[in-house]
Nanobody
Framework: VQLQASGGGLVQPGGSLRLSCAAS????????VGWYRQAPGKQRDLVAR???????NYADSVKGRFTISRESAKNTVYLQMNSLKPEDTAVYYC??????????WGTGTLVTVSS
């Protein structure tokens, strides 16, 4: 199983980025998939999550700015990030979860929001 995150980069405050997480070895639509982020010196926190049924939930800090979506045909989950703030700077990770023994993490992608 591999989850490959991409799309990070340097963006100015107020800008946008779209992160992608592509899976191989599992079918994403059968998992709850989440995006997490970890800033330097801080713990890894949930940013957004999409369930098997398509329900979504977001951290309060990103509500109204970030959108998680799933494209089953490409076995990929996206995180559209708008109105980015410096405090969004972090390494972003995707996670696929069904059970404690079927829990997979992807590589991280660095998002830096700075002028």
């Amino acid at each position: 199983v591999q989850l490959q995150a991409s799309g990070g980069g340097l963006v100015q405050p107020g800008g946008s980025l779209r992160l992608s997480c592509a899976a191989s070895g599992i079918i994403f639509s059968l998992y709850t998939v989440g995006w997490y982020r970890q800033a330097p010196g801080k713990q890894r926190d949930l940013v957004a999550r999409i369930t098997i049924g398509g329900s979504t939930n977001y951290a309060d800090s990103v509500k109204g700015r970030f959108t998680i979506s799933r494209e089953s045909a490409k076995n990929t989950v996206y995180l559209q990030m708008n109105s980015l703030k410096p405090e969004d700077t972090a390494v972003y990770y995707c996670n696929a979860h069904i059970s404690p023994t079927r829990d997979y993490w992807g590589t991280g992608t660095l998002v830096t929001v700075s002028s």
